[in-house]
């Protein structure tokens, strides 16, 4: 049996819902829906990666909480890597420099790589993104 998904959550914890609202949304420019909260942040934090795709930014308290007793990976360490496509090199270039203006760590300049051209940065939280041109490869999955 297969089931269909409408949609993909990725939960990311975070330590300071100021500081993350900040990196992505003026650092990144990423789209963040919702009404601010008392804070002046949106709850829920989350951010909108494509038509069915969207990034929850939670506190780690809260994410605690979700992962019901399991540890958490500790800051620097990293469980999965999170991969943004571009059109282009440019685009690419672009988004790792204004992820290291916002503050991010750039773990890998932009540059070619055997398996394509990409960079990749770690967020204030030491989530980390890997930013690649959009290739045959990654766009003709079933």
Do not use: K, N
């Not at 934090?45 to 494509?50: A, E, N």
């Not at 780690?60 to 540890?71: A, D, N």
């Not at 790589?113 to 999955?141: I, L, S």
């Amino acid at each position: 049996m297969s089931y269909e998904q409408t949609a993909v959550t990725i939960a990311l914890p975070i330590s300071d819902r100021q500081r993350s609202y900040a990196f992505y949304r003026s650092g990144l420019g990423f789209a963040v829906p919702g009404e601010p909260a008392d804070d002046g942040v949106p709850e829920p934090l989350r951010l909108i990666l494509g038509d069915s795709v969207r990034v929850m930014l939670i506190p780690t308290g809260g994410f605690g909480w979700v992962l019901s007793g399991r540890h958490q990976a500790p800051a620097g360490q990293s469980e999965c890597i999170l991969t943004l496509s571009l059109p282009t090199s440019a685009d690419v270039e672009d988004l790792i420099a204004r992820a290291a203006t916002a503050g991010a760590v750039i773990i890998r300049q932009p540059g070619e790589q055997p398996w394509g051209y990409d960079g990749a940065f770690a967020d204030p939280d030491g989530h980390v993104w890997q930013v690649a041109v959009t290739d045959q490869f990654m766009t003709t999955w079933p």
